[in-house]
Antibody, heavy 118, light 113 residues
Framework: QVQLQESGPGLVKPSETLSLTCTVS????????WSWIRQPPGKGLEWIGY???????NYNPSLKSRFTISIDTSKNQFSLKLNSVTAADTAVYYC????????????WGQGTLVTVSS | DIVMTQSPDSLAVSLGERATINCKSS????????????LTWYQQKPGQPPKLLIY???TRESGVPDRFSGSGSGTDFTLTISSLQAEDVAVYYC?????????FGQGTKLEIK
């Protein structure tokens, strides 16, 4: 059974770079699309972007190119970088698998809360 | 971007009664090539990630109780819980996967009356 686990700092200062990693266990990262999704406290879900196992990416254009998603198939991990963070980037960040390459997400990681504050 | 709008924002239903949540998209989610609607439903309980319930508007994910059903086509969709159980208290989201950027509805909070 595939499981995903996010890791990274819980607190980031404004204007700095946020880096998160999602580790995939119980299955191979190969053959799938892998997404990052975020949820500000008490609010709804926002898709950030995905990466295919071969490295191709697709980002949400509303987020103004501040995000970079990368993948390391040798470690069964993919990562998210967000530069120039502001308080508006405070959210729970989830990683998730596009289970059938059809755009729906299953499974999800448990999520990691990232707070942007000085 | 495709805008997803859910109604109502919150809903209180008695145990054993039917709960109905609506989702409307700003454009059709029906792919004519395969006659599938690219509309997904999730359930999110407090402190947990969303859980996939239904994809292709009406196909129940494996392991999801059959009291959950999805219907609709084109731009109008419905999630129905036929007999509300206490464990169904959650926020429910619809999501379009017709094209990127994938977008979600704002969520519907379901409570017990």
């Amino acid at each position: 059974q595939v499981q995903l686990q996010e890791s990274g700092p819980g607190l980031v200062k404004p204007s700095e770079t946020l880096s998160l990693t999602c580790t995939v266990s119980g299955g191979s990262i190969g053959g799938y699309f892998w997404s990052w999704i975020r949820q500000p406290p008490g609010k709804g879900l926002e898709w950030i972007g995905y990466i295919y196992y071969s490295g191709g990416t697709n980002y949400n254009p509303s987020l103004k190119s501040r995000f970079t998603i990368s993948i390391d198939t040798s470690k069964n991990q993919f990562s998210l970088k967000l530069n120039s963070v502001t308080a508006a980037d405070t959210a729970v960040y989830y990683c998730a698998r596009d289970s059938a390459s059809m755009g729906w997400f299953d499974p999800w990681g448990q999520g990691t809360l990232v707070t942007v504050s000085s | 971007d495709i805008v997803m709008t859910q109604s109502p924002d919150s809903l209180a239903v008695s145990l054993g009664e039917r709960a109905t949540i609506n989702c409307k998209s700003s454009q059709s989610l029906l792919y004519s090539s395969n006659d599938k609607n690219y509309l997904t439903w999730y359930q999110q309980k407090p402190g947990q990630p969303p859980k996939l319930l239904i994809y292709w508007a009406s196909t129940r994910e494996s392991g999801v109780p059959d009291r959950f059903s999805g219907s609709g086509s084109g731009t109008d969709f419905t999630l129905t819980i036929s007999s509300l159980q206490a464990e169904d208290v959650a926020v429910y989201y619809c999501q379009q996967c017709y094209n990127t950027p994938y977008t979600f509805g704002q969520g519907t909070k379901l409570e017990i009356k």
